[in-house]
């Protein structure tokens, strides 16, 4: 078992955006939004974190629209309990015989294959980050692949904010102390780098994430 640290997640960074110009600072309401997606996480799920930085966004001028769509993006962590059994699941299915996770997709999953992932240059950088993913979680219920695709694009349809502030709230909730999500992280990072997102915003959102609150219960 490897064990990350935010250190490590920062090295990362550093390394990836070592040739980066330095771009421009994150805006007040960046800044508020990121930290209101760390708080609401459910890795820290703070109220108080979660109330302050809700008002904090709204006084620098984001619509209510724009944090719910920041909730509603980080609301999809909760995937990640998908992401890290799904492959589990399917090996152990397959070693009592349950499941035959070499056979050809029936022509009902290739047919949903088809639709949601394809040649999508996005789902295809995403599979590899989480390699066999996909494929075992459509292959264990066709439900919750279409469900998985359906809910991760809400705040994505919605688009009241910039794709590039999401991609670092999505970082940064990866990123935070009580999380640490290495592959959803470094997939965010790579898809701020490609939409051209500085360096000095880069690095400023990994700060918000260091600073998370770390999830001492909620009542």
Known sequence: MTTLSIADLRQQAETLTADLPAGEPLDAMAVALIELAVAVSVTSLDRAAIAASVAKALDAGASVEQVQEIIALVSGLGVHSLMVSARLVLDAAGQRGLIDAAAPLD???????????????????????LPGFLDAMLRLSPDLFVGFFAY????????????????????????????????????????????????????????????????????
């Open 107 to 129: 022509p009902e999953r290739a047919k949903l294959w088809e639709q949601h992932v394809g040649d999508d240059p996005f789902w295809i950088g995403f599979s590899e980050e």
């Open 152 to 219: 991760c694009a809400i705040p994505w349809a919605s688009g009241t904010v910039r794709a590039k502030i999401k991609e670092l709230a999505s970082m940064a909730s990866d990123a935070s102390p009580t999380h640490r999500f290495l592959p959803g992280y470094r997939l965010h990072l790579k898809n701020a780098i490609q939409l051209r997102v500085g360096r000095t915003a880069i690095l400023q959102a990994l700060d918000i994430a260091a600073a998370a609150p770390l999830h001492s219960g909620t009542a």
